[in-house]
């Protein structure tokens, strides 16, 4: 008896440009044995066509492929092309080696994935507003995008462990979370925005394709260290317009038209007859040295009021 076709399994493509095919032999209902004698298995391939039209090559890798569980990967296929796949039992007698079973589906095969970014780096950090957190400016090489089709650059950050310290509280290891994209392939650059003051990330790229198979792998990560908290923002308290301090006291009876100017916890005091360094101690809380003593005033309403007692009021 000639060998009976073998029977087809699974066809699919799981790494680019290749095909992953299993089969199974075939056996007589009768539970009579045929004098083939097995040499090998026959895998072919070739692009989908009209059958007139299919050039059918034999892949030379699937030949020693086991004979009771057979199995193989066809490899150095083109990719993101349609096959079809048959195969034969080849016997030692070729007149004893079976007819060819073909899979009735076609596969198409994997694109090959766009090569990772690398030379990531997190430089030149931006302190924003408390309420915006860090910003940073993340920028990489793009690499070979072989069949990528492109989508966008993400960037994704996440947080590293750190110990706590007398400013700063204990982190644990965080998610990676998607941060900044970038829609424009030639953009390797993107703001990565509300980063924690003061805390280690862990920054990577990845490159994102129409067909995810093309997608490439991550970049290398890279560990950079946000500043310190920002201070707040310069805050600026003045005397509404068309009017001015006027101390209470014959040691301040001039006449002020007084302007504060906050950065860095230190006041700068101005007026019309004398500069006086003012500390900032509180929201509307200043202190300062007059009259060779240090004293402390809160602005309440139209007033400042000093703990001596002095008393200036805003008037028109």
């Not at 900032?280 to 809380?285: F, K, L, P």
Request: hydrophobic content about 35%; overall charge negative; aromatic content about 10%.
């Amino acid at each position: 008896l000639e060998q009976r076709s073998p029977m087809t399994g699974s066809i699919a493509s799981l790494a680019p440009a290749s095909i992953t095919v299993t089969w199974y032999p075939r056996r007589w209902q009768s539970g009579a044995e045929s004098r083939c004698g097995f040499l090998r298995w026959g895998i072919e391939a070739a692009k989908a066509a009209s059958p007139p039209d299919m050039v059918w090559e034999f892949q030379e890798e699937c030949r020693f492929a086991d004979h009771e569980s057979p199995h193989c990967v066809i490899q150095d296929l083109e990719s993101m092309t349609d096959y079809r796949i048959r195969v034969r039992e080849i016997c030692r007698e070729d007149r004893r080696t079976s007819l060819y079973t073909v899979w009735n589906n076609t596969i198409t095969t994997r694109p090959h994935f766009a090569l990772a970014p690398r030379d990531f780096t997190c430089e030149n950090f931006l302190v924003t507003e408390v309420a915006l957190g860090i910003q940073v400016n993340a920028t990489w090489e793009a690499g070979k995008p072989k069949d990528c089709d492109f989508v966008k650059w993400q960037v994704e950050t996440r947080v590293l462990p750190q110990a706590a310290t007398l400013t700063q509280p204990a982190a644990e290891l965080g998610n990676w979370v998607g941060n900044c994209e970038a829609t424009d392939r030639e953009q390797t650059s993107c703001f990565v925005e509300g980063l924690l003051a003061n805390h280690l990330y862990s920054f990577r790229v990845k490159e994102y394709c129409t067909d995810e198979h093309a997608d490439s792998a991550y970049s290398e990560a890279q560990s950079c260290r946000t500043p310190l908290e920002p201070a707040a923002s310069p805050a600026r308290f003045h005397a509404p317009l068309g009017g001015t301090w006027i101390g209470s006291t014959s040691s301040f009876s001039d006449t002020y038209g007084i302007e504060i100017f906050v950065a860095d916890g230190v006041a700068n005091l101005s007026s019309t007859g004398q500069a006086v360094v003012i500390h900032m101690v509180g929201v509307n809380e200043f202190s300062a040295e007059l009259r060779g003593q240090v004293q402390q005033a809160t602005i309440v309403g139209d007033e400042m009021r000093w703990d001596d007692g002095d008393r200036w009021t805003f008037v028109k």
